[in-house]
């Protein structure tokens, strides 16, 4: 098993994240292909949000992928706030 995705330090008073800014998305599928993922394989995504990554593992490795999102959808104020 092996986790990829946001990093958190704790090496200060107050935890920082680093993102993937200025790199995108792709950077971490290369990093999955280098675990050399096999066919029919059994992928955890914790906090995929609109489930797109999970859905282009799927396609991009032929791997089952089991997305867990914690968190509800945008809530009807934020939505609002949107527009």
Do not use: W, Y
């Amino acid at each position: 098993m092996a986790t990829i995705g946001s990093l958190v330090t704790t090496s200060s008073p107050t935890s920082c994240v680093k993102s993937l800014s200025p790199r995108g998305p792709e950077m971490l599928f290369d990093l999955f292909a280098e675990l050399n993922p096999q066919p029919g394989e059994l992928v955890l995504d914790i906090g995929g949000r609109d489930a797109v990554h999970s859905v282009r593992l799927a396609e991009q490795f032929d791997v089952r992928v089991l997305m867990i999102d914690p968190v509800p959808g945008p809530s009807p104020a934020s939505r609002e706030k949107d527009q």
